[in-house]
């Protein structure tokens, strides 16, 4: 197939998705999909159906790995890790809170003060 005609076929179907959307501004996106190798090997209704899909955090990485180098990587896994496991500090942290009865309300600071 084509280029413009891939173009137009994937254009077509974003567009059936957001029907509120510029057709100028889903023909650039769709061009710029054409231009992803492994997109383009597929077919323009497949290309937009996954483009369209999530990102998992292994494609994250991957990304992070092209754009930024191995620091950006490393703290988007440290992030990760950190949201499911908290740190031995916090999580006792947290149960002394706890005992304590919760967090302390915020003291309202008058309007003149």
Do not use: Y
């Not at 494609?59 to 620091?71: M, N, R, T």
């Amino acid at each position: 197939m084509d280029r413009e005609t891939w173009i137009a076929v994937c254009a077509h179907r974003l567009q059936r998705q957001w029907r509120t959307v510029d057709p100028d501004l889903l023909d650039e996106v769709a061009g710029d999909l054409w231009c992803d190798e492994r997109l383009r090997a597929m077919s323009p209704d497949a290309a937009a159906v996954v483009w369209r899909e999530p990102v998992t955090g292994h494609e994250v990485c991957s990304l992070l790995e092209g754009f930024s180098g191995v620091a950006a990587v490393d703290s988007f896994r440290m992030g990760k890790s950190r949201e499911q496991t908290p740190p031995v500090a916090q999580a006792a942290a947290v149960r002394a809170n706890g005992k304590l009865g919760g967090r302390p309300e915020k003291i309202q600071k008058p309007a003149g003060a």
